[in-house]
C-alpha cells in the first residue's frame, strides 16, 4: 500500500468515527428529551387525575366543647365552632366563640398519622407550634379536639361536615 492510499484510508475512518461519534451524542440527547418528556407527560396527567382529589378542604362544625383542665376541671361551652381542614396548604383553622367575640387561629400542621380504636379511627396532625401539640378528629364518634403544650384540651362535640 502506498502512503496516499494510507491517507485516503485515515481520512475515511477519521469521518466515520466522526459521525458514529455524532449519532451516538445524538441518540443519547434524544434519550434524555424522550426521559424529560416523559416526566411531563407523568406530571401533566397526575395534575389531569387531581383535581378532584386536591380538592382537600373540609369544613366541620361542632355544637359545643369542653375545655380539660391537666387537674381533671372541666367547663363546658354551648358555642358553635367551625374548623377547617385545609389539606392543600396544610392547616386547620378554628373559628370559635370565646366571651361573646369570634376568633380565628390558623395552625399550621407538619405531618398526619391515624390511630386505629376499636369504636373509630383517630387522624391526628402534628402541629407544634403556638402553643398545640396536636389535632385530632374521629368522624365516626363525631368529635375533635386540640391538645396544648399545657395540658389542656378541647374536645368539640356534635361534629358535622359542611356541605359545599
Known amino acids: 500500500m502506498n ?9 475515511i475512518l477519521l469521518i466515520l468515527s466522526f459521525f458514529s461519534i455524532k ?3 445524538m441518540i443519547e440527547e434524544d434519550q434524555k428529551k424522550y ?17 378532584a382529589s386536591k380538592q382537600k378542604v373540609f369544613v366541620y362544625s361542632s355544637d359545643y366543647y369542653d375545655i380539660e383542665y391537666p387537674d381533671g376541671s ?3 361551652k354551648n358555642e358553635v365552632t367551625y374548623h ?15 366571651n361573646g367575640e369570634r376568633f380565628i387561629i390558623t395552625y399550621p400542621f407538619k405531618e398526619m398519622y391515624e390511630v ?7 387522624h391526628v396532625l402534628k402541629v407544634g407550634t403556638l402553643g398545640l401539640k396536636e389535632i385530632w378528629w374521629s368522624p365516626e364518634v363525631k ?6 403544650d399545657d395540658g389542656k384540651r378541647i374536645a368539640c362535640y356534635g361534629l358535622k361536615i359542611k356541605a359545599d
Open 23 to 25: 449519532s451516538y451524542l
Open 35 to 51: 426521559k424529560i418528556l416523559r416526566e411531563q407527560q407523568k406530571s401533566s396527567k397526575k395534575d389531569q387525575e387531581e383535581p
Open 74 to 76: 372541666m367547663i363546658t
Open 143 to 148: 368529635n375533635l379536639g386540640y391538645d396544648y
Open 116 to 122: 386505629k380504636g376499636l369504636i373509630a379511627t383517630t
Open 84 to 98: 377547617t381542614f385545609d389539606f392543600n396548604n396544610k392547616t386547620v383553622t378554628q373559628n370559635s366563640e370565646l
Open 3 to 11: 502512503k496516499k492510499n494510507i491517507i485516503i484510508g485515515a481520512i
